[in-house]
């Protein structure tokens, strides 16, 4: 029944991934319109390129972070937005507005807190701490665009989690507190493991879109200050339409696939 | 005793008003910033209210750039896109929880094939794709495209959601009689509505954010979406921050509509069933 | 003891129709939102306290016709597709005007004219790949050479060459050219130039820097902390080393004191006495630059020139029309603009747009007769003069002109638009400023030379190691690529 969808699905991921395959073995960019095909060569010189790599190094500890955070937040403040007070449904909308701005609005108004004379830096300024170069700065930038990232695709985990939650039928935790269970014990013997395929399908889906995100580490530094935040996805754009080399776009893209994929083997034989 | 319930309670009120704010006030300032001059917005000390306080953006975004033409368009598309992918992801995802078949993991995996790449470079092979069926420059093409990219997302999230729903209704059903097509729609749907909710705001959102495949596959004025219109604010070396920020309280609204509307669903139907051994 | 509770078909129903309902409903007003189609209006922008309006008219279609000259052999309703990147109203009204004068010669050509923004590399490239091209398009800086690599462009050499070459500023023609043709026309430059509150110069009796180390001074004595709190609240300069779509700051001074990247037969001179001169007086301008600037934009640097934060700022001549639209006239009378300063002689990065056609285009030959139209002096005057006010037109020709010279706004300003002018010949981009290369996009995509910079200052590298580490990011670049030609 599902099949014909799927398979109409498929062939239209194949088209794009395969164009982008072949692109990855020749070699198109400014001096090459043609494309001559050169084989493995371009993914042996974009791996012994510096510059690739720290841009591989640096996504994958902003995806772990971002990742790891959003979960921890997700399920703590999903737990309380679960228990019933008044203002619950306020609660609940203030929590997933950040991720109904459109990105473009996020990042620039982000981009505003966060400069030397933003409001930020303003509050640290009157508690007495020093202003922080947060864009400016190698490392803080890297923190800059954590943070901001956060706050943008929590509210997604948040919803998926606390949907998830709503699904646990309320008498495994009565029968719990009965039985005399810690909050603590309730949640990790009642809670995680209900919610576990939840969880582990959103999870992997967030390591890809993170991973793979653009319009959020572009917008906010464009890959600066140097390298410091270039990821492989603005390292794509830099190189594939900026610069008009096509393949080695391409060709980055792969790998970015080949790194996911190899992730996605790992944490579903890991989740058994 | 009575002491540990308050503490614990002011533990709670505090988490929630600490995290309502970080979340709330970037937005709060977005909102302040479309209402003040540009050169207040760099002020130090910052204003915490907008001390002058006009509305020039919003008449220049919504007057001068038309820019509620684009939120039709977009909500046009938007809408359309969940029609599309919510129901196939509605069978799918069933299929996917309760069938087994040889090359169901195959068909998993795949689906989150599209998402290993950056997006930017599936666009191009996308749009030589719709050309061929000359439905570029179209906003009928740009649903298809949003709603390929959207769902296997979608598919994926709403087969794990249909997991979590115990069996047993549907087996009581089935043995009473009933045939798939019907336990998916009296049954499964309103069980899951919760995730079916999530499904729809995230294939909104995906579609109502959008710049990539818009920018790409539509050209002319009259259906350009409303990211393509941000865009256009941009000029050169100026970027005019206050209808910017203006344009972008003004997408905000619909979404936050969304949101209200759908909030509900995030928490009814799920009680229902309960069934007891 | 166990309850199995069925959804009855009340629930069932009363959620389907609630869920329909909402999609109909929010269908319905996305719907009743859409206003009326919209063929000419008037459109205001005005800001509070402000008398100046501004009023634009934008018209959809513009009908003309082609009579017959000897290259056109195509008769009848012609429709020509146009693809503008920008929203500013000036320039849509100056677009108007050529799609206006046009027709009065050429009767029944049809332009329509759509904006695409200026994010617009992966479209042009999609639709030159799939052959759904418009007839013109148009791009800045290395733009038209990108796109003629992929080979989707027609040359428009014969329209540069029956126009006199030698009427465009060097770099206007040299950005276009590529394999021995040219492949776009430049229309207009927005050229850089040190903007100087005059007030804060008053202040102090300072005159405008015209040398490096004028700048150097003049900066420093600039830079303080007004209010007495500890921290710099003004500093001497601001500018956006940006990179990517922003302004090549670090290239202008390269180029004043005549320092380049490449020499006559493409080797690589990067390495030089002058370029170490240049990033040895960047650092030690440093202190009196606004610290944003690593990576702001330029709308940054001017917002902080308006608000007093920096003394000086280097930005474009445009800033004269966004200051006027955004209903701030009154700004510009504290400003003064000079050359970029320098140490040899004039330079500055060079910043234009231009026009290009495709090669899949359904109507080349028109499209072509229009650029050439448009180049015409009195024609391309005229539009300049329309154009948002600072921008500079491409020709000599049409710079001398008293239709641009001579129009209102541009008389009013001419002592902030004349420094532009003055750098026009001296305008160049990274790497060509002695010949055009394919390397230059790539190098600039890549920010070889502002990382170089950033590398001194956040990582503490010595000017030499940076250098050494530029020239050997460059070379890899020539290698990837390969020779040129």
Redesign the interface.
């Known amino acids: 029944m599902v099949l014909p969808s799927l398979f109409f699905l498929g062939l239209w991921s194949i088209y794009p991934l395969g164009y982008n395959l072949w692109l990855s073995f020749h070699k198109v960019d400014i001096g090459h319109p043609e494309g001559p095909f050169v084989g493995l060569d371009q993914y042996i010189s974009l791996l012994s390129d510096i510059e690739v790599l720290k841009s591989f190094y640096s996504v994958t500890i902003y995806t772990i972070t971002v990742t790891v955070f959003q979960f921890i937040l997700a399920l703590v403040l999903a737990s309380i937005a679960n228990l019933t007070f008044k203002g619950r449904s306020l609660f609940r909308i203030s929590m997933v507005l950040a991720w109904a701005i459109p990105v473009i609005a996020a990042a620039n108004i982000w981009k505003f807190m966060l400069w030397r004379e933003g409001v930020i830096n303003y509050f640290l300024m009157i508690w007495g701490f020093e202003p922080v170069s947060w864009l400016e700065n190698s490392t803080f930038a890297l923190l800059s665009i954590i943070i901001v990232s956060l706050w943008k695709t929590f509210p997604f985990v948040f919803i998926c989690i606390l949907a998830g939650l709503q699904s646990i039928p309320e008498y495994l935790y009565e029968a719990a507190k009965i039985d005399g269970a810690s909050m603590t014990q309730r949640f990790l013997h009642i809670t995680l493991p209900n919610l576990k395929t939840i969880l582990s399908t959103v999870i992997i889906l967030r390591v890809i879109f993170i991973f793979n995100w653009f319009e959020m580490p572009w917008l906010l530094t464009k890959g600066g200050p140097g390298t410091a935040t270039t990821f492989p996805s603005i390292l794509i754009y830099l190189r594939a339409f900026l610069a008009y080399s096509l393949s080695e776009g391409a060709a980055i893209s792969m790998l970015c696939m080949l790194i996911l994929l190899i992730f996605i083997m790992l944490f579903f034989k890991l989740s058994r | 005793m009575i002491l540990r319930n308050m503490i614990y309670k002011v533990a709670l009120l505090i988490m929630i008003i600490t995290s309502s704010i970080m979340m709330l006030f970037p937005i709060y300032w977005l909102i302040k910033g479309s209402f003040e001059p540009d050169t207040d917005l760099i002020k130090m000390p910052p204003y915490f209210i907008p001390i002058h306080f006009v509305t020039y953006a919003y008449s220049y975004v919504i007057k001068d750039l038309r820019f509620l033409i684009y939120v039709r368009n977009s909500l046009f598309v938007a809408f359309s896109t969940i029609a599309i992918s919510i129901p196939i992801s509605l069978l799918g995802g069933y299929s996917l929880a309760r069938f087994n078949y040889p090359g169901k993991r195959f068909i998993t995996n795949f689906a989150l094939f599209s998402y290993t790449i950056p997006q930017i470079l599936l666009v191009i092979p996308f749009y030589q794709l719709l050309v061929s069926i000359k439905l570029y420059n179209s906003l009928f093409g740009l649903i298809i495209a949003h709603a390929l990219y959207a769902t296997p997302f979608c598919l994926l999230l709403l087969a794990s959601f249909i997991e979590t729903i115990p069996k047993e209704i549907e087996e009581s059903a089935l043995i009473d009689g009933a045939s798939v097509l019907q336990v998916i729609f009296r049954i499964i749907l309103p069980l899951s509505l919760p995730g079916i909710a999530t499904a729809a705001i995230y294939t909104f959102l995906l579609s109502w954010n959008d710049f990539a495949f818009a920018l790409v596959i539509i050209t002319s004025d009259k259906i350009q979406t409303v990211p393509l219109a941000i865009n256009r604010i941009f000029s050169g070396e100026e970027a005019w921050w206050g209808p910017l920020l203006a344009s972008s309280t003004i997408a905000t609204i619909p979404v936050l509509i969304i949101f209200l509307i759908f909030e509900r669903y995030l928490v009814s139907g799920l009680t229902l069933g309960a069934v007891k051994r | ?7 009855s ?1 009340r ?2 129903l009363k ?2 129709g609630a869920a329909i309902g ?2 109909i409903v ?2 319905a ?3 009743l ?3 009326a ?2 063929v000419e209006k008037t ?6 306290g402000v008398e100046k309006t501004i009023t634009t008219t934008v018209e959809k279609t513009v009908t003309k016709t082609v009579t017959g000259t000897p290259t056109l052999t195509l008769t009848g309703p012609i429709e020509l597709e146009w ?1 503008h ?5 000036a320039w849509i009204e100056a677009c108007e005007f050529l799609m206006n004068e046009y027709h009065k010669r050429h009767p029944n050509v049809t332009i329509r004219k ?10 042009i ?2 639709a030159i ?4 091209v ?1 007839d013109i398009a148009m791009s ?1 800086s290395g733009g038209a ?2 796109f003629a ?3 989707g462009l027609i040359p428009v050499t014969d329209i540069i060459e029956e126009h006199g070459k030698n009427d465009f500023p060097p770099s206007d023609i040299k950005t276009v050219s590529w394999k021995g043709e040219y492949w776009a026309v430049p229309d207009i430059d ?1 050229i850089h130039v040190l903007w100087c509150r005059k007030d804060f110069l008053d202040e102090k009796g300072l005159k405008p820097p015209k040398t490096w180390d004028d700048l150097l001074s003049v900066a420093k004595a600039l830079t303080e902390d007004t209010d007495k709190d500890g921290k710099i609240d003004r500093y001497g300069v601001a500018w956006a080393l ?3 779509d ?2 090549e700051v670090i290239w202008a001074f390269m180029r004043t004191n005549d320092a380049e990247i490449f020499d006559e037969n493409l080797n690589i001179i990067f390495n030089s006495k002058e370029t170490k001169e240049t990033y040895e007086f960047l650092k030690e301008l440093h202190p009196y630059v606004w ?2 600037y ?7 640097v ?3 020139i ?2 007093g ?1 920096a003394a000086m700022g280097i ?2 001549t ?1 800033f004269i029309y ?1 200051c006027i639209r ?2 701030k006239e009154e700004i510009l009378e504290k400003f003064i603009t000079v050359p970029i300063p320098i140490k040899k002689h004039y330079g500055t990065f060079h910043c234009s747009t231009h026009y290009f056609v495709f090669k899949d285009a359904k109507h080349k030959e028109v499209a072509k007769d229009f650029l050439k139209f448009m180049l015409e002096p009195d024609i391309l005057a005229q539009y300049a003069a329309i154009c948002p006010t600072g921008f500079i037109p491409a020709t000599y020709s049409a710079q001398k002109n008293p239709l641009w010279r001579e129009s209102p706004l541009v008389k009013k300003y001419w002592h902030l638009i004349e420094p532009g002018v003055l750098q026009a010949p001296y305008m160049s981009i990274p790497g060509a400023a002695n010949r055009m290369n ?1 390397y230059v ?2 190098i ?4 070889i030379l502002p ?1 170089a910079f ?2 001194i200052i ?2 503490n590298v010595s000017v030499d190691e940076a250098l050494k580490w530029a020239e050997s990011e460059i070379r ?1 670049v020539v290698k ?5 030609e």
């Open positions: 003891m166990g309850e199995v509770k069925k959804v078909r629930d069932y959620y389907t909402g999609l929010g269908g007003l996305g719907y939102a859409k206003p189609e919209v459109a205001t922008v005005t800001a509070p693809w990147n920008d929203n500013r109203p759509e904006v695409v923004g200026w994010v617009n590399e992966p479209k490239l999609a790949q799939t052959k759904t418009p800045y050479v990108t690599a992929t080979g927005t940006g990179g990517v922003g302004p610290p944003g690593v990576t702001m934009s330029e709308t940054d001017r917002l902080q308006i608000d934060k930005t474009s445009s966004d955004a209903g394919p996009g790539a600039q995509a890549r920010l990382k950033a590398k956040t990582e890899k990837e690529i390969g020779p040129a």
